[in-house]
């Protein structure tokens, strides 16, 4: 088990890291982390919800990702309040104050269904479980799900994980040590520090003193590695804000109040020649090339606040004067001409509706039932070059249906399958054009990717982009290479692995 000194210490990074190592040894690494708080998520093959993180990690570890590998899912919906999903189904919803008293025991049932379909499914497998936050918030430890609870029930091997780069080290681990209880501590069988700058030897000293001081071995220290990792959290996207010198095109990214699958941002912040820039609800627009409304978990509440902060109509004024905006997912939805919840799903305390911001005629009304699948379709959308239409694939992860409206302006779709995303050009007759999709993961595909950004550069008088690009799971697969190489150089895995 690797757990953190805090939350993100490194925790799912090192995880997918110990996965491909022991994949690479010839073992069937099983990732595993029994409870997850993120808005980030993946829909596995049997549209299962899960964390993306533990996705992140069955890749590593070669295998396909299933909800098993997180059988408890807590999705932020705001006012202390959480969607929680059990196995990749949503379950209920629940109050930080009373999570505990109703969805413990609940959830540990998930957990352990989930620990035996996993094993059952790989009997000769090893497990790799991931921690959650500190396992010593002493206000939790007796309720504690993901932490020490499961590693004492498996009998698991723990690397105990710290940043660094944070400061404090020594008092995050000496602190962490000495809050747990006697029956805790044999569980900790090593140190880790991670993300140091500069030369190992310089720690040498504070390496010993924690040896002496703790009697547990530090196993390694993990160097700074000046890589674009897939951010543990959405806290993570705050230092993202590096320029890169050979970027030509600048796409703003907002930043809602609700953010979700803020990983389907990661291809494009691989591509050299784009820089994304994460605007929140206040800050001025500007002119960037293109402005992207990404998914939300609290899609009515992250549109009022837009509204309320002008980003409304500054959107309205940047696609007027010829601007460039994609919408994917909640995005979509807000792009449209009005929302409806009749049922109150958006936890806006009863039904509710809302003017949308009015750039693409659609109407979405919410309702229980989510769309929770993989699709694969054929793009009408950007047009068509010499190469003819691209496949368009990606997985569907929302409540709420959206049609289009009958006799409003001029509106194509985006694919074959026409409910998968729509676009239109813009009134004023300066070039803006605006679009939407539903598919998580849209920017994966590299010949669509380098398609769309290709009528981005054209606007600007730039030379095409070659289309004929890998899918973005080979630049993720190559970079899961390179922090193994890093993990397998700076740790001994001899007293985890026995």
Not at 439 to 459: I, M
């Amino acid at each position: 088990m690797v757990l953190g000194t805090s939350s993100g210490a490194g925790k799912s990074l090192m995880t997918a890291a110990l996965c491909r190592v022991l994949r690479r040894r010839g073992e069937t690494p099983l990732p595993f982390k029994g409870q997850n708080m993120s808005n980030n998520a993946w829909v596995d093959g049997a549209g299962g919800e899960m964390a993306y993180s533990q996705a992140l990690q069955a890749w590593s570890a070669g295998l396909e990702p299933v909800a098993a590998m997180n059988p408890v899912l807590l999705k932020p919906q705001g006012d202390s309040t959480s969607e929680v999903i059990h196995l990749g189904r949503s379950v209920g919803s629940a109050r930080a104050e009373h999570y505990y008293r109703d969805w413990f025991r609940p959830g540990w049932r998930a957990i352990r269904t989930g620990l035996a379909q996993l094993q059952a499914a790989h009997p000769q497998g090893r497990l790799v479980l991931e921690g959650a936050g500190s396992p010593v918030e002493v206000n939790l430890q007796a309720r504690d799900l993901t932490n020490l609870r499961l590693a004492q029930f498996l009998r698991a091997r723990c690397l105990l994980v710290a940043d660094i780069e944070r400061g404090g080290v020594f008092a995050q681990l000496v602190g962490t040590l000495a809050l747990l209880r006697p029956v805790e501590r044999p569980l900790i069988r090593g140190l880790l520090i991670n993300r140091f700058r500069g030369r190992r030897e310089l720690f040498d000293a504070g390496r010993d003193w924690l040896e002496r001081q703790t009697g547990v071995p530090v196993l390694g220290v993990m160097p700074w590695l000046d890589e674009l990792f897939p951010p543990e959290d959405s806290l993570d996207l705050l230092e993202r804000r590096g320029r890169k010198r050979e970027a030509e095109l600048e796409i703003a990214v907002l930043r809602l109040p609700s953010l979700s699958n803020f990983s389907d941002l990661d291809p494009l912040e691989a591509e050299p020649s784009v820089q994304l820039r994460w605007i929140r609800p206040g800050e001025r627009l500007g002119r960037p090339d293109a402005v992207i409304v990404p998914g939300s978990k609290q899609t009515l509440r992250d549109l009022a606040a837009l509204q309320a902060r002008g980003l409304a109509s500054e959107l309205q004024a940047y696609l007027t004067e010829g601007g460039h905006v994609f919408g994917i997912c909640g995005g979509l939805q807000m792009l449209g001409v009005a929302l409806e919840d009749p049922d109150g799903l958006e936890g806006e305390g009863g039904p509710a509706s809302r003017a949308g911001l009015g750039l693409l005629p659609l109407r979405t009304c919410f309702g229980a039932t989510k769309a929770l699948r993989h699709r694969r379709s054929q793009a009408l959308w950007p047009p068509p070059g010499e190469g003819g239409g691209l496949p368009l694939e990606g997985f569907e992860l929302h409540r709420g249906t959206t049609q289009l409206l009958d006799g409003t302006a001029p509106c194509q779709p985006l694919a074959a399958d026409a409910e998968l995303g729509w676009w239109r050009l813009a009134d004023g007759g300066l070039g803006g054009l605006v679009a939407g999709t539903y598919l998580h993961g849209v920017f994966e595909d590299g010949p669509w990717r380098r398609r769309w950004l290709n009528l981005l550069r054209q606007r600007r008088g730039l030379a095409a982009l070659p289309e004929a690009v890998p899918h973005h799971s080979r630049q993720r697969e190559a970079l899961l290479d390179r922090l193994a190489d890093a993990f397998e150089a700076h740790v001994d895995l001899g007293p985890l692995l026995g």
